[in-house]
C-alpha cells in the first residue's frame, strides 16, 4: 500500500486546525513562570532548565524579594545566590549564569533586558528559547519557544522531523502566521503538560487526535485516558478548570493560587 504524501498545504491547514482546537481548549493558555518585568521574566527561564515551573516559582519568589534588579543581583554574592536556587539542580552553574547574566545587564544595558534577539542571546544562560519567551511575553514581540514539551509535539504532529531546536521553530514558523506564534507555544506546551505525555499520551481524551498522525501512540481507550489527564485537566480538579475558564484574564493568577494550596 502506497504511504500517502502530505503536501505543504495540507500540512499547513492541519497545523492551523491543531491551533484553532488548542486555542478552543486553553483559551486561559499562559506563560507558566510568574514574572512582573523583563528581568524576573529572563531569570526565571534561565532557572527553568531541568526543573519544574512550579519549583522555579518558588524560589523565585524568595530570589527576587532579595534581589529586585539586575543591579542588586549582579552585586549578590554566589554562595548566596547559590544557597537559594539549590532546589531548582544545576544551582552552581546556575548561580553562576545568574550572576553573570545581571553584571552583563549593568555594563552593557544599563540594568535593562534589552529587547532584541541577537542582543539578547549574548547574555549569559540565554539560547534562543529563553530570548524568544522573553520577547514573545515581555516585549509582544512573536516568537516560537521550542522547549522538550512543544519539540516533542511538534514530532507527533509532524510539523518537523527534526531533533534540533533551532530547525523546529524555523519548521513550525513556516506553518503559522507570526501573530500566532506565541500563543501556539503556550497552547502546544500546556496540550504536552497535561496531555502529551512523553511515555503515555492521553490519546483517548486528546482533543486534536482526529488531525494527529500518531494517534494511539498511547492510551486510547476514553476511560483509561481521562485518569491520565494532569493539572486542572485531571480529574477532581473540575472546579479549577470552571474556574480558569471563567477568568481566563486572571490565568495566571489563579494558578498561582491552586499551586499554594496544601494537596
Not at 515581555?138 to 522547549?147: C, H, L, M
Not at 530547525?167 to 501556539?184: G, H
Amino acid at each position: 500500500m502506497d504511504t500517502v504524501v502530505e503536501t505543504p498545504l495540507a500540512l499547513k491547514r492541519r497545523a492551523r486546525k491543531i491551533n484553532k482546537a488548542l486555542a478552543e481548549l486553553y483559551p486561559y493558555a499562559h506563560a507558566e513562570l510568574d514574572f512582573r518585568n523583563p528581568f524576573e521574566l529572563v531569570v526565571a527561564t534561565v532557572l527553568s532548565a531541568q526543573t519544574t515551573d512550579v519549583l522555579v516559582n518558588q524560589v523565585t519568589k524568595i530570589l527576587f524579594a532579595r534581589y529586585p534588579d539586575a543591579r542588586s543581583m549582579a552585586e549578590a554574592e554566589l554562595a548566596e545566590l547559590e544557597a537559594i536556587l539549590q532546589p531548582t539542580g544545576f544551582f552552581r552553574a546556575k548561580a553562576k549564569n545568574v550572576l553573570a547574566l545581571s553584571t552583563r545587564l549593568v555594563d552593557e544595558f544599563d540594568g535593562e533586558v534589552p529587547g532584541r534577539l541577537e542582543d539578547l542571546v549574548t547574555l549569559p544562560g540565554v539560547g534562543r528559547k529563553t530570548a524568544n519567551v522573553v520577547l514573545g511575553n515581555a516585549f509582544g514581540v512573536p516568537g516560537i519557544t521550542v522547549d522538550t514539551h512543544f519539540g516533542r509535539l511538534a514530532r507527533r504532529f509532524g510539523w518537523t522531523t527534526s531533533e534540533d531546536p533551532v530547525k523546529i521553530e524555523f519548521d513550525v514558523a513556516e506553518l503559522f502566521e507570526p501573530k500566532d506564534w506565541t500563543m501556539l507555544s503556550h497552547r502546544v506546551v500546556f496540550h504536552g503538560r497535561r496531555v502529551c505525555h512523553a511515555r503515555r499520551p492521553a490519546c483517548g481524551a486528546c482533543a486534536v487526535a482526529n488531525w494527529c498522525p500518531n494517534y494511539g501512540e498511547g492510551e486510547k481507550d476514553p476511560v483509561k485516558a481521562a485518569k491520565l489527564l494532569k493539572y486542572e485537566l485531571a480529574p477532581g480538579n473540575e472546579a479549577l478548570l470552571a474556574q480558569l475558564l471563567a477568568e481566563t484574564h486572571r490565568a495566571a493568577e489563579i494558578r498561582m493560587e491552586s499551586q499554594r494550596r496544601p494537596a
